[in-house]
C-alpha cells in the first residue's frame, strides 16, 4: 500500500503556482520524498525528490516540512501543459527500491 | 534519443496467445523495472532486475516471464494470455542509490 495521501484532483489558473499537498505521516528516517507526474496515460515523468531539505528545479520546488510528516510540490507558473496525473511517493533508495504508487492527484490547468 | 524505449507500443492479440514486450535502456542504469497499469489506472511494480539478476518479483502469475539478456534490456513474455492481462506495461530503468526511475511510453496490450 502506498503510504502518502493526496487529494484526488485539484483545479488551478493558467500562470498562476499551482501547490500539490502529499501527507506522509509514516515517513521513516531513511526515505526520500519523490514526485512524479504521468500526462494522458504517457509514462510517468520524475519532478523532483527530496530527503529533509526543501529543494529546486527546473521543473518545481519541494517543500518539505520539518517534521517530515507532509511535503508540498509547487509548480511556480503552471501552463495547460502541466495537467497531468501528480503521484507523491515514499521510498528507501535501497537496491530493492520499488516505487509503491498511490492514486495521486489530478490536477487540471485551468485557462 | 529516447532514453527508455518500448516495443511495440501497442499489441492487440487473442487469449490464449504468446506475446513478448521489449525493453531497452540507454542510460547505463544498473536497474529495471516492469510496471502494469490497469484500466483503473493503478501503476503496480511487477519485476526489477539489477545487473540481469532478479530483485523483486511481485507475485506476480507464472505466465510472466521477464528475461535480461543483458543490463540494457529487460523483456517481458507472457504466455497464455488471458482477458485479465489487458492493461499497459511499463519500463523503467534507474540508476542506484536515490537516483529518480525514467519510465518508457508504455506497450498498450489489448486481448480479444
Known amino acids: 500500500d502506498a503510504k502518502t495521501t493526496q487529494p484526488p484532483s485539484m483545479d488551478c489558473a493558467e500562470g498562476r503556482a499551482a501547490n500539490l499537498p502529499c501527507n506522509h505521516s509514516?515517513?521513516?528516517?531513511?526515505?526520500?520524498v519523490y514526485w512524479y507526474r504521468q500526462i494522458h496515460s504517457q509514462g510517468p515523468q520524475y519532478i523532483i525528490h527530496g530527503l529533509k531539505n526543501n529543494e529546486t528545479n527546473e521543473m518545481a520546488s519541494l517543500i518539505i516540512t520539518e517534521d517530515r510528516k507532509s511535503s508540498t510540490l509547487i509548480l511556480p507558473h503552471a501552463t495547460l501543459r502541466d495537467t497531468a496525473v501528480y503521484y507523491c511517493?515514499?521510498?528507501?533508495?535501497?537496491?530493492?527500491?520499488?516505487?509503491?504508487f498511490g492514486k495521486g492527484t489530478r490536477l487540471h490547468i485551468l485557462p | 534519443d529516447t532514453a527508455v524505449s518500448q516495443t511495440p507500443k501497442y499489441l492487440v492479440t487473442q487469449m490464449g496467445n504468446d506475446k513478448s514486450i521489449k525493453c531497452e535502456q540507454n542510460?547505463?542504469?544498473?536497474?529495471m523495472y516492469w510496471y502494469k497499469q490497469d484500466s483503473k489506472k493503478f501503476l503496480k511494480i511487477m519485476f526489477s532486475y539489477n545487473n540481469k539478476e532478479l530483485i523483486i518479483n511481485e507475485t506476480v502469475p507464472n505466465r510472466f516471464s521477464p528475461k535480461s539478456p543483458d543490463k540494457a534490456h529487460l523483456n517481458l513474455h507472457i504466455n497464455s494470455l488471458e482477458l485479465g492481462d489487458s492493461a499497459v506495461y511499463f519500463c523503467?530503468?534507474?540508476?542506484?542509490?536515490?537516483?529518480?526511475?525514467?519510465f518508457g511510453d508504455g506497450t498498450r496490450l489489448s486481448i480479444l
Open positions: 542510460l547505463g542504469h544498473d536497474t
Open positions: 511517493i515514499v521510498r528507501v533508495a535501497y537496491r530493492d527500491d520499488k516505487i509503491i
Open positions: 509514516t515517513i521513516s528516517g531513511n526515505e526520500y
Open positions: 523503467a530503468s534507474s540508476a542506484l542509490g536515490n537516483q529518480p526511475q525514467h
